[in-house]
């Protein structure tokens, strides 16, 4: 890590032709990346720090350039090390929506999040550098919940019956997701990686280099159904309309058809995720998302109860889900 440091440092030397600067490291994300501020002579930056091996810069900065030309405010690349894997980057500020965001202004950040979002839908999907979010990968995703939420985090020894109840729905939510038309997909947009910039209050989008294609509902689904902050379903509904009502891609979607398509990729978002945080505590040595797993246990209880397909499964956490 040292080592590192200094050649972090070496680097910026060299490239900002300045030995005087100040980094203060950033909260960094779920990943290997680590970020950094830095200031000189009145100017701000932000630097990533992508360990080769464990991250790779490709992705980030391809996806930034397809945001940039959808007029998608995204941190610009101000300079590279591919070898070494530092990105120096312009600054969005350390105003995250989601410390924005209350009764009061979620009305006009929400419908500003889903005019970014359509700007985001508007990329071509036709890219070979970006890969499918289908059937066999939502179904990978969701299988870290009963390895690493129900097995590992909870210590269930889940029976047959409960082993049959989890691969069959989880095969029929993928089906159903699969059926969604396809966009480019952020894949987790939400109010974490929404910044607030300018006196305007823009949006700017970050953390976007697992972007893939994918269905049409997701990006809504982490926006709207966020892990970290939660509002009434009548608020999401009514959110949920505004995009369907915008949206050139749900004509063949009732909107009844709309919300329920929306629900389920919910669902297999947040089983997944459910998985993630409790592999970020138990292997990555990253406590902190345990504090979120409830509210996106409670996004999964209630799609489940909802829809009756899916009682098999809600009757299951039900009887067999307790957070420590």
């Given at each position: 890590m040292h080592e590192r440091e200094n050649a972090l440092k070496e680097w910026l030397v060299e490239t900002i032709k300045q030995q005087d600067f100040v980094l203060t490291p950033l909260a960094g994300d779920a990943s290997f990346r680590r970020y950094f501020r830095l200031q000189y002579n009145g100017l701000s930056y932000v630097v990533m720090d992508a360990p080769p091996g464990k991250e790779d810069l490709n992705p980030f900065i391809h996806v930034a350039q397809i945001l940039e030309q959808a007029d998608v405010h995204t941190p610009k690349i101000l300079a590279k090390n591919m070898q070494q894997g530092f990105l120096l980057l312009s600054d969005l500020g350390d105003q995250l929506l989601l410390n924005e965001l209350n009764a009061e202004t979620a009305h006009n950040y929400y419908p500003k999040a889903i005019a970014t979002l359509f700007k985001i839908q508007s990329c071509p999907i036709d890219d070979p550098l970006l890969p499918s979010f289908d059937h066999a990968f939502m179904?990978?995703?969701?299988?870290?919940?009963?390895?690493?939420?129900?097995?590992?985090?909870?210590?269930?020894?889940?029976?047959?019956?409960?082993i049959t109840i989890l691969n069959q729905t989880m095969d029929w939510i993928a089906t159903e997701v699969a059926r969604q038309p396809l966009t480019f997909i952020h894949r987790d947009y939400h109010s974490r990686n929404l910044m607030l910039i300018n006196e305007q209050k823009n949006l700017g989008v970050i953390d976007f280099q697992d972007a893939m294609r994918g269905p049409f509902t997701y990006d809504l689904v982490s926006l709207l159904k966020d892990c970290y902050i939660s509002w009434p379903r009548t608020n999401i509904l009514e959110w949920v309309e505004l995009f369907y009502r915008q949206s050139t891609l749900t004509s063949n979607y009732s909107l009844t058809e709309f919300i329920r398509a929306f629900d389920l990729c919910g669902l297999q978002r947040h089983l997944k995720v459910l998985g993630i945080f409790s592999r970020l505590h138990l292997r990555d040595n990253k406590p902190g998302y345990l504090k979120d797993l409830p509210l996106t246990l409670r996004y999964v209880l209630e799609c489940t109860e909802i829809y009756e397909e899916l009682h098999p499964l809600f009757h299951m956490l039900q009887t067999r889900v307790y957070l420590p």
């Open positions: 179904l990978k995703e969701m299988k870290l919940c009963p390895e690493w939420f129900l097995t590992a985090y909870l210590k269930l020894e889940l029976e047959n019956e409960e």
